[in-house]
T-cell receptor, first 110, second 114 residues
Framework: SQQGEEDPQALSIQEGENATMNCSYKTSINNLQWYRQNSGRGLVHLILIRSNEREKHSGRLRVTLDTSKKSSSLLITASRAADTASYFCATAVRDDKIIFGKGTRLHILP | ETGVTQTPRHLVMGMTNKKSLKCEQHLGHNAMYWYKQSAKKPLELMFVYSLEERVENNSVPSRFSPECPNSSHLFLHLHTLQPEDSALYLC?????????????FGSGTRLTVV
């Protein structure tokens, strides 16, 4: 089974609203990363949060990490049409490659 | 551009053809990866190279053959593919094999097998 699982699988919101995506994982991690993928393109690294951090910001992005619940959330504030994409969480486990979840498809409605 | 360049962007090939996908990075990264992304399926890790040595091969059919001649270049040689091999093939690189600092992806090659 997947190390990281995003929720929801798909999300549609109006432009200007906030979008929240969640990620749950199973094992202890070194860090958790969020990536964005526009249709038919490669993944782009958005933000990395270490296991000893609880919250991190980057522009309109806010990531939280709760290691006790093994979960993370990605909040995109004031969404724009250009935010339409798939968003993946990826967990970095000690001495190993990162593991990607299945992704959340975000659609920003005009 | 992310620093990882994949060519070609699109490829249509017959089941009897032989073709190669190319990936190039000049980020000074030590690890490179091939992923397959099919519609409505999660990313599938195919191969991992660390310092030019293949360190992982996830039960990929032999019709896919990777090659890493140096730390900057990675190839995926294709032969006698099946229609179900049609997918987006993504190359990625990372500073460390552990991916501790994250991966940098190329834009992918959209492969269609006819």
């Amino acid at each position: 089974s997947q190390q990281g699982e995003e929720d929801p699988q798909a999300l549609s919101i109006q432009e200007g609203e906030n979008a929240t995506m969640n990620c749950s994982y199973k094992t202890s991690i070194n860090n958790l990363q969020w990536y964005r993928q526009n249709s038919g393109r490669g993944l782009v690294h958005l933000i990395l949060i270490r296991s000893n951090e609880r919250e991190k910001h980057s522009g309109r992005l806010r990531v939280t990490l709760d290691t006790s619940k093994k979960s993370s959330s990605l909040l995109i504030t004031a969404s724009r049409a250009a935010d339409t994409a798939s968003y993946f969480c990826a967990t970095a486990v000690r001495d190993d490659k990162i593991i990607f979840g299945k992704g959340t498809r975000l659609h920003i409605l005009p | 551009e992310t620093g990882v360049t994949q060519t070609p962007r699109h490829l249509v090939m017959g089941m009897t053809n032989k073709k190669s996908l190319k990936c190039e990075q000049h980020l000074g990264h030590n690890a490179m990866y091939w992923y397959k992304q099919s519609a409505k399926k999660p990313l599938e890790l195919m191969f991992v190279y660390s310092l030019e040595e293949r360190v992982e091969n996830n039960s990929v059919p032999s019709r896919f053959s990777p090659e890493c001649p140096n730390s900057s270049h990675l190839f995926l040689h294709l032969h006698t593919l099946q229609p179900e091999d049609s997918a987006l093939y993504l190359c990625a690189s990372s500073q460390l094999r552990t991916g501790y600092y994250g991966y940098t992806f190329g834009s992918g090659t959209r492969l269609t097998v006819v």
